[in-house]
């Protein structure tokens, strides 16, 4: 399996922007395509968005497309989530994934970091 380590969630005002970064441990990176998820309190982990191997294909929730963009950098072993317009009811701990394909389910993913904190104040 691989490690993940998430970073760059914070505070920050409605209509902001964050950038979040997962860093993947191993040589395999290149093997696993990567998604992010969320969680708000009370509420079901759900999906945000999700790349393929080769990073050539994406996949967003509705509730985020044409506001976050998801890339990976393969010569860093990481994957990135730029969070534009951001909105309170973005607010939710931001998980990266790594699976075999790209996906939607959590179920699909078997390599999970340890989440971080986005908050939008309005």
């Known amino acids: 399996q691989v490690q993940l380590v998430e970073s760059g969630g914070g505070l920050v005002q409605a209509g902001g922007s964050l950038r979040l970064s997962c860093a993947a441990s191993g040589r395999t990176f290149s093997s696993y395509a990567m998604g992010w998820f969320r969680q708000a309190p009370g509420k079901e982990r759900e999906f945000v968005a999700a790349i393929s191997r080769s990073g050539g294909d994406t996949v967003y929730a509705d509730s985020v497309k044409g506001r976050f963009t998801m890339s990976r950098e393969s010569a860093k072993n990481s994957v990135s989530l730029q969070m534009n317009s951001l909105k309170p009811e973005d607010t939710a701990v931001y998980y990266c994934?790594?699976?075999?394909?790209?996906?939607?389910?959590?179920?699909?993913?078997?390599?999970w970091g340890q989440g971080t904190q986005v908050t939008v104040s309005p």
């Open positions: 994934a790594a699976g075999r394909n790209i996906a939607t389910m959590p179920n699909a993913f078997g390599s």
